[in-house]
Each structure stands twice: as C-alpha cells, then as structure tokens.
C-alpha cells in the first residue's frame, strides 16, 4: 500500500538534507501511514481506475448497507438463495451511494453506504455476505490533514530511535519520558475522517 505523505515532505518537515537515513525515514513513513489506518479504521489510498467487486453483510432489508470507501459505484447484486453466485442485478434507480453530497464542510469524502430505493433491498441471513458491490474503491485524493497527520506521526516515529529505553531526557523534575498517549495535533487532524463502528 503506499504511503500518505513523501520522502521528501517528512525529510522537510524534519530539516534533513542528507540521505543518510532515507531507509529509516521510509519505514517511518510506511509505519505512520498503516497507523493512520488502524486508528481511522479506513484506507486513504487512491481509487484505482477500474471497478473491482467486494462483498457485504447488510443488517437491515430496507435502508443502507455501509460498504468500503469508494469513488464510484457501478453495480450492486445479490445473493438472494445464498448459493455464492450472486445472480440478480438491480437495476440503478433501486440504490443510491451516499453520502450525497462529496464535499461537506470542506471535507471531500468518498461514498461509504448504499440506500435502497424503488424495488431495492438487502437480503438479511444470519451475518452471510449477499450484497456484491462493484466500485472503484479508495478516495479521490488523500486529504491533506491525513498527509499532515502521517508526517507527525513519522517524525515521531523517527525521533523516537533516539530514546530507544523511552526516556526523552532529563529536566528539573528527573527524567522525561515519551508520552504513550496518541499526539493531540495528529488527533485532531484525523478526528473528522476517523470511522466509528456501532455493534
């Protein structure tokens, strides 16, 4: 997968401008951008160019179904026999992509849920997958608050190598030690794209 910000930009971000340790740095970089990931519960990488297919399991028959970030949906089956073919395929005008609009509040967000409209409806059974979804999943681009957000992260990561016991340094007080907590800036960079899951 690839990374959410540049050699280069973290290299500035850091006033480095030898390439002593660019494989450092890199693993930095690859690290922060799959934190960035578990702790959003999401992937930023870029929408490819051609629809794949991904499989879901609707909880309710009428209303929305929460699908993978995408950027365009193409078409929608169902597994209505739970036979794994997935052989009805509604037509457009029985589901939508929301949310409706693409860019809230400055945001620019991919779809992330399908509603069921005319003569659509998600087949419920037991937690199994029956709604295939074909899409060009991923985002438009990665927000720059995320790329903001992973270069941070990496710099922290980075940095982090020269207190490898976990002590920053020493002050009046005695030691200083590195904060286990998550950095309040990149908190609150990634705040607005974190997914929160409901059981």
Not at 11 to 23: E, G, M, P, Q
Not at 24 to 34: G, W
Not at 90 to 114: K, Q
Not at 154 to 180: H, I, K, Q
Request: negative net charge; aromatic residues 12%; glycine residues 6%.
């Amino acid at each position: 997968m690839s990374d959410y910000a540049t050699l280069s930009q973290l290299k500035s971000a850091l006033r480095i401008t030898d390439a002593v340790d660019d494989s450092l740095l890199n693993t930095a970089l690859d690290s922060a951008s799959r934190w960035v990931d578990g702790w959003c519960d999401r992937s930023f990488a870029a929408a490819g160019t051609a629809a794949t297919s991904r499989d879901y399991v609707p909880t309710t028959t009428f209303g929305v179904v929460q699908i993978d970030d995408c950027v365009e949906v193409t078409e929608v089956r169902l597994d209505d026999d739970l036979d794994r073919t997935f052989s009805k395929t509604l037509l457009s005008i029985d589901w939508a992509p929301e949310p409706v609009n693409e860019t809230t509040y400055g945001l620019v967000l991919p779809f992330t849920r399908l509603r069921s409209y005319e003569d659509g409806y998600w087949p419920v059974w037991r937690g199994q997958p029956t709604v295939r979804v074909f899409a060009r999943y991923g985002w438009p681009e990665i927000p720059d608050a995320v790329r903001e957000a992973t270069i941070l992260q990496a710099s922290r990561l980075f940095t982090r190598l020269d207190s490898p016991l976990g002590v920053a340094g020493f002050g009046d007080m005695g030691a200083m030690r590195v904060s286990r907590f998550v950095d309040p800036d990149v908190e609150q960079l990634l705040a607005p794209y974190r997914r929160i899951r409901y059981a």
